[in-house]
Structure formats: structure tokens, C-alpha cells
């Protein structure tokens, strides 16, 4: 297992500088001069040609790729050119919001998509398993941002249950959560079924309902952890999806997370901000399937690596 994750730590190298990469090229590339967001529409030539040397925008794109690899491998990611703060002090706090706001999503997928997914193979060609399988799809088919204005609407607006937006305490992350997780509760829904119905067609299956254990227990104690290893794939595979989801729901929700962060700071071509932010996004997200990696042991012993 230590060489495992190891390798995996190894691995990851090659993908953070590719993103590093491409992230640098493509901000470079896309219209816009920050010199020109930063001082104002009504700066001079001299005013612009100040702010770009003092941010090193003057330089060739390689010597700025250089000096930013070497600041970021001594863990200075710079500052913005917006606020003139660091920029971890920016991404920081947002980054919080938006991991919590993500565990709590995946957490409310993977609980409600599981037990979906359970009773619906037990009841198979139930009312229920189609009924469940339907809502399933509906919530995979329907756009984040979409499912975010109805539920604002509708708890926010009309019910007055839940408030439309921004942060606070525990009560603003439950709608962006519900939005974020809803198309990962569908996956995890209709996944878990089609796993736990295979699961509980094998012959080992059957001999312990000839033994006369009882169904609960043959569901839930034999076929469920064999049927995990998908699920548990699945799952860590969505959470990348989930972190990149959180730049819509975090606009509609104006959730102060890293996904707005990245939004705005798009739109200000603060370079620093956007190469850091989608850096730090990537590492997470490697490190959650890597944990997803581990548990795959757990889950199942005969799996060596």
C-alpha cells in the first residue's frame, strides 16, 4: 500500500505541471489585458506600462513561466492583481467553502444514492424501482444551474425555508449542496442497482436464502460490500465532477467558494489567482482518488496491488 500511494504521489507530478501548463497557455491566450483591468480605463501608456512591469507582464512567456514554476515549487503562488493580497490568503477561505461544499454534496449523494439503489434491487420491477429509476435519470438530465434556480424558487422564494444564497452557517450550504449532488446521486442510484442486482444473482446468494438467512441480512451484510467496488469508483470519479460543477452552482448561488473565485477572477485576467486556484482544485482531486484507491482494499481484501 505505501508503494501504492507512493507511486501514486509520483504520478501526480507530471499532472500538475501539465495543468500548470495548459492553465498558463490558455490565460496568456484569451483577449484582455490585466494591466489595462487593474489600472482603469482611463490610464495612460506609462501608467500601463508601470503595472506590467511590475507584475513582470512585460517579459516573454517563457521567462514568466519560469519565474512562476520556481515561485510556485517554493510555495509562493504570488500576488493578485486585483487586491495586491497573496494569493493564498485569496484562495484560502474559498477553498474551504467549496471543499466542505463538496464533501457535504458527495456525502448526500453517495447516503440517498446508496439506499436508492439497495431497495430498488431488492424490490426489482417494483413501483419503486422504476419510480426511483425515473427520478434517477431526471436528476442526472437536469443542468445544475437550472435544478439551483428552481430550488431558489422554491424553498428560498416561496417557502422562505432555506436562504437564497451567500454564506453564514450550516443552513446556507444545504440548497447548493442538493444542486451539486443531484446529478451524483443519480450516477450513484442507478450504478448501486445494477451492481447489487449482479451481486444478488450469484449462486452464494442463493445458498444462504436456502439456509433461510434472512433477506435483509443477505442484502445488506453479503451483497452490498461486494457490490461496493464500483460504487466506491464511481463516487471518488464524481467528486472531480462535483469540485468542477461548484463554479456554475456557486455563481447562481454567488456562494463564496473557489469555483466564483475562478469566475471573477476569469473575467479581471488575474492570472495568478485563476493558475492557482485550478492547481490546487487538481491536487485535491488526484488525492481523493488515491483515497478512493485505498478503500478499494477495505472493501474488498483479494485486492492486491
Known sequence: MARLIGRRLLFL?????GILVAVFVTMRIVPGDPARLVAGPDAGPEELATIRHQFGLDQPLHVQFERYLIDVLRGEFGRSLKTQRPVLDE??????????????STLFAAAFGLLAGIVAAARRNSTFDHATMVVAMVGVSTPSFYLGIVLIVVFAVMLRLFPAGGSGGLVHFILPAVTLGASTLGIVARMTRASMIDVLNEDYIRTARAKGVRERVIVLRHALRNALLPIIAVVALQFGFVLAGSVLVET????PGIGWLIVESISMRD???VQSSILLVTFVSVLVNLVADILYGYADPRIKY
Open 252 to 255: 447562481v448561488f454567488s456562494f
Open 13 to 17: 507530478l507530471p499532472v500538475l505541471f
Open 271 to 273: 492570472y495568478p489567482v
Open 91 to 104: 484562495i484560502g477561505p474559498r477553498l474551504w467553502n467549496t471543499a466542505l461544499l463538496a464533501v457535504l
